[in-house]
């Protein structure tokens, strides 16, 4: 397989797998707020669902976790189309 395969399909595993990635999710809560944090291995994605001032619906996204863990996915990417052109020829 040509190293330009190789990048492409590892690139976009690598965001399929960011993305799946938020399976994992951790409840963080104090006495005035709660947030549920998303990602693997880091958390990137936030959803807090109270706060001091009662319910609200705030998304927001760490952009330099979800660049961590999309290098991470791409690495593992790139290792598994290694070893699967290695084992298939």
């Known amino acids: 397989m040509k190293i330009g395969k190789v990048i492409l399909f590892s690139l976009l595993l690598g965001i399929v797998l960011t993305l799946v990635s ?10 005035d707020a709660e947030e549920v944090r998303y990602g693997l291995p880091f958390f990137w994605l936030h959803h807090q669902t109270s706060s001091i001032a009662g319910a609200v619906d705030i998304w927001s996204v760490q952009w330099l976790n979800f660049t961590i863990d999309f290098v991470f996915w791409f690495i593992i990417s790139v290792l598994i189309i290694f070893v699967l052109n290695r084992y298939r020829k």
């Open 22 to 31: 938020t399976i994992r999710y951790e409840i963080y809560s104090v006495p």
